[in-house]
């Protein structure tokens, strides 16, 4: 007996998953998704090409209409039309959370978002998870009691601080009625190399039946699934793998004020071709949804006191005031005297519409008393970039020639077709955040600068590939 009871759990534990899985790929019960932002409407978006039906709840109502129409945010939306999404993709939206108890959930995705001011926040976590307890409440039970998962970045502490009690507060009994875990995305919405599929997803459960239903779950969207031992390790790995990233950036960032006389971003892809050293190269900042906040939520989840972070808390101060210095020390020197900027890209991250704490506001901030200071991102209107820069558009390439300064902010596709060059004048200094524009032919008279190097001067020889820059 001693020795069936192991083999006997083993198939129980199976036959759950089987059941839980089943129910998914025949459309009796379905996946909840709490929170249709850039996270949410892109897993609506997966999960519904993997044969599942979905339902999407968010406050905003223009987010809601966006997927009713066909519209979801995912790198691989954009090989598929809207209409055909909207005909062929079985996900309801709606702005009433009530609307899903009808839904029989047996996943509830949880990509509300988890920062405010720039500062990590679980309010909204604290408000959807009560909602989301009603509903399994008022749904069917089954062989396998619904899951929730974490998709939001969050501190591994608000699992038992803000998740379980909320569902406890609703007489829900985690491990019994209900499961939880975590399972932190990791990918870019910016191509077809990093995405949901491609990106090994790290997932992790309340306890081994929540860990094994999930593992299960998220195969069918995802090539590599690694289990953690737990909910907590799963949400936390997210939080340090953006702080090791973090501090590769900023420690790149130091390097170049550190020492103007040298090509920082030379000597890094140097050190790059050795097999164990990432490639960081010197910019204009950190930006993005994740990376910029990683270091608070660690110092959050460690203590604001903790001695063992303060390397973290100084680099963290270090960003508040990176591109002022940055200026002082390079930049100002170069667009000293000029009084028609023009900015390209208002996004952190190319070929997506995504501005969270983009580099581009510092420089627009630092560069605010220019006379004539301008905009343009493919991706926002005039009126968007009005409402969130304070700066009318201006047109690319057209506008060029009128500009004595240019800074390259975000690379998208959109500012790397040949011919642009012919736009500028001599006289017009480039600034180049991220080497775009490096080997381009531009006319006589333009200067061009590329962040962390030295200014005037460029590598004679071609630079040698690297496994981690390449």
């Known amino acids: 007996m001693a020795v069936t009871q192991p083999v006997d759990s083993e198939r129980a534990e199976e036959a759950g998953v089987e059941a839980f899985m089943s129910g998914l790929r025949t459309k009796e019960r379905s996946v909840g998704v709490w929170g249709s932002g850039a996270i949410g409407s892109s897993a609506a978006y997966y999960f519904a090409q993997a044969g599942f039906r979905c339902a999407a709840y968010d406050i905003s109502a223009e987010r809601v209409r966006e997927i009713q129409r066909g519209h979801f945010q995912s790198t691989a939306a954009d090989a598929i039309s809207e209409v055909r ?13 009530q609307d899903l108890v009808s839904e029989n959930i047996a996943v509830h995705l949880v990509c509300v978002p988890t920062e405010r001011a720039a500062e990590p926040s679980a309010a909204a976590l604290q408000d959807v998870m009560p909602r989301i307890g009603r509903v399994i409440k008022k749904t069917p039970g089954g062989l396998v009691p619904p899951v929730v998962s974490i ?20 007489g829900l009994t985690v491990g019994e009625d209900v499961l939880v875990g975590a399972a932190p995305r990791r990918d870019w919405f910016n191509g077809a190399d990093y995405t949901i599929e491609t990106l090994p997803r790290i997932v992790g459960g309340c306890d081994d039946r929540a860990t094994r239903l999930l593992m299960a779950f998220y195969s069918t969207v995802c090539n590599i699934v690694h289990p953690a031992m737990d909910a907590e390790h799963a949400a936390f790995t997210k939080v340090i793998e953006n702080v090791i990233r973090y501090e590769g950036i900023t420690f790149g960032n130091r390097l170049a004020l550190a020492f103007p006389d040298f090509d920082m971003r030379h000597v890094l892809r140097l050190a790059s071709t050795k097999w164990n050293i990432p490639y960081y190269y010197p910019s204009l900042g950190v930006g993005g949804h994740c990376i910029p906040l990683a270091p608070q939520y660690l110092v959050e989840e460690g203590g604001q006191d903790n001695e063992f972070l303060s390397s973290v808390r100084d680099s963290i101060d270090f960003n508040e005031g990176y591109l002022d210095r940055l200026y002082r020390r390079r930049l100002g020197r170069l667009l000293k005297g000029k009084r028609s900027v023009g900015v390209l890209g208002l996004a952190y991250t190319p070929d997506a519409k995504m ?31 009005y409402d969130l820069c304070s700066v009318p558009r201006m047109e690319f390439p057209e506008d060029l020639h009128d500009c004595d300064a240019v800074i390259l902010v975000t690379a998208h596709s959109h500012y ?55």
């Open 416 to 470: 790397l077709h040949p011919g642009f060059e012919e736009h500028l004048s001599a006289g017009t200094v480039v600034v180049d955040n991220t080497g775009a524009w490096q080997g381009r032919l531009f006319p006589s008279g333009v200067e061009y600068y590329e962040v962390g190097r030295i200014p005037g001067r460029l590598p004679g020889l071609k630079e040698p590939s690297s496994a981690t820059a390449d």
């Open 85 to 97: 999404a909207k005909d062929t993709l079985e996900v309801h939206a709606t702005t009433r959370w």
């Open 355 to 385: 501005h969270k704490l983009s580099p581009a506001f510092a420089v627009l901030d630092e560069l605010r008393d220019t006379p004539r200071l301008r905009l343009h991102d493919p991706f926002y209107s005039g009126d968007e970039i």
């Open 151 to 170: 998709e939001s970045t969050i501190l591994p502490s608000w699992i038992q601080e803000v998740v379980v009690p909320a569902l406890s507060a609703e």
